[in-house]
């Protein structure tokens, strides 16, 4: 039997969303791991002792978004096959995504504005100016934001209205 075209564009919003998830997470490790281990990068550890409760969970919070994204697209895989159980879970994930992207942006954005006065201290030579770098961390937040939530909203409105007949 044919699939809807709604079943395969959540599917693969799905897919897509997950596909961030996994690379944004190894990609926070693999920063905290500069940061715990190499000269440069542990200059700028004070700066987040600043915001302790982040950083005493930061590689928790990255290894449940890891998690969290394999299984979100395993389910993804078993929703293309009509599984009740798939579309119950991709909905309680966007639910939690949606809230994990609000708190994220907002970590991210606390984040980068303690950092730059860390990395003006360091005295790099040809780094741009406070506001700048305010900006730049400003532009990713909201364009990290937006390439998980907008796709989170969507895939929302379709798992509302899909009932399969199977789990």
Do not use: C, D
């Not at 997950?18 to 490790?29: A, D, Q, T």
């Amino acid at each position: 039997m044919k699939k809807p075209l709604s079943i395969k564009v959540v599917a693969g919003v799905f897919i897509f969303t997950s596909f961030l998830m996994i690379v944004g997470s190894i990609s926070g490790l693999g920063i905290l791991y500069l940061f715990k281990n190499f000269p440069l990068f542990s200059k700028l550890i004070p700066a987040f002792s600043q915001i302790t409760p982040l950083t005493l969970h930061f590689s928790l919070l990255l290894s449940i978004q890891l998690g969290a994204g394999i299984l979100i697209l395993v389910a993804s895989f078993h929703f293309l096959q009509g599984k009740g159980w798939a579309r119950t879970t991709l909905e309680v994930f966007t639910w939690l995504g949606l809230l994990y992207v609000i708190v994220f942006t907002w970590g991210w954005l606390r984040v980068w504005e303690i950092l730059i006065p860390q990395l003006e201290k360091l005295k790099i030579p040809n780094l741009p100016s406070r506001t700048v770098l305010s900006s730049v961390g400003k532009i990713l937040a909201g364009v990290i934001f937006l390439l998980n939530f907008i796709p989170l909203i969507l895939i929302l409105k379709f798992l509302r209205k899909i009932k399969f007949t199977h789990s």
